[in-house]
């Protein structure tokens, strides 16, 4: 079935990834709300998102957050633990106790809704 070790290698991978994400158990409740993608929206400004990521989330001092460019493998869930945790050895700060969950989700939709429209937009 596998002609060689690299392609082994890399399904293998894929599915331990894939594995990992699933056990987590997260699911974004607001997939495609458009109406939590607002309430995402205002809170990327009042939370101080937007000093480090721009006012349209595309990037300033902090990366773009609405291209498919990621330093690590994109899910919703990274997404969100990314802002609930922060980044160790980088300028993202834990939004832990700060945020709800809720809001957390909110934020991820915001984001993910910014990045659909850029790609309609054909950018």
Known sequence: MFKNTTMLLATLLGLASSIAI????????F?????AAALGKKLFISAGCMACHGG?????????????????PFSQT??????????P???MSPFKGA??????????EYL???G???KAAGE
Do not use: C, S, Y
């Open 22 to 29: 699933a056990e987590d158990g997260l699911v974004n409740p």
């Open 31 to 35: 997939d495609h709300d458009a109406a």
């Open 56 to 72: 349209n989330a595309r990037g300033a001092v902090g990366p773009d957050l609405t291209d498919d460019e990621w330093l690590r």
């Open 78 to 87: 990274m997404v969100f633990r990314t802002i609930q945790n922060g980044r």
């Open 89 to 91: 050895g980088t300028l």
């Open 99 to 108: 945020l709800t969950d809720e809001q957390i989700w909110q934020l991820v």
């Open 112 to 114: 993910l809704d910014e």
């Open 116 to 118: 659909r429209k850029r």
